[in-house]
């Protein structure tokens, strides 16, 4: 079993900045592939990044490619997302995810095995 708790959301201005974790418990974090979504109000769930389980390779949507960059820390059983240059169009709550195969972007829900609760990240124009 893994617990995913995200932190580090919050209120920022657009061309603002943002550093969001995904701490897990259990011992097995290092043999999961990580992922970020996020979902805006009225809005369907989106991909943001993946991570594979030693974190060499990434993936990112194309809406964030470039400005977000995904990583882990497989001693501290987190992964970050850094969100740089934030726009309105980012607020959303995001959510952390794992999964035993590195998806690059799967919406199916059978292939994530553990979700975080999600953390909130509003972007004032």
């Known amino acids: 079993q893994v617990q995913l708790v995200e932190s580090g959301g919050g209120l920022v201005q657009a061309g603002g900045s943002l550093r969001l974790s995904c701490a897990a418990s259990?011992?097995?974090?290092?043999?999961?592939?990580m992922n970020w979504f996020r979902q805006a109000p009225g809005k369907e769930r989106e991909f943001v990044a993946a991570?594979?389980?030693?974190?060499?390779?990434?993936f990112y949507a194309d809406s964030v490619k470039g400005r977000f960059t995904i990583s882990r820390d497989n001693a501290k059983n987190t992964v970050y997302l850094q969100m740089n240059s934030l726009t309105p169009e980012d607020t959303a709550v995001y959510y952390c995810?794992?999964?035993?195969?590195?998806?690059?972007?799967?919406?199916?829900?059978?292939?994530?095995?553990?979700w975080g609760q999600g953390t909130q990240v509003t972007v004032s124009s």
């Open positions: 259990g011992r097995t974090f290092s043999s999961y592939a």
């Open positions: 991570v594979s389980w030693s974190g060499g390779s990434t």
């Open positions: 995810a794992a999964s035993p195969v590195y998806y690059r972007g799967s919406y199916s829900n059978s292939h994530y095995d553990y």
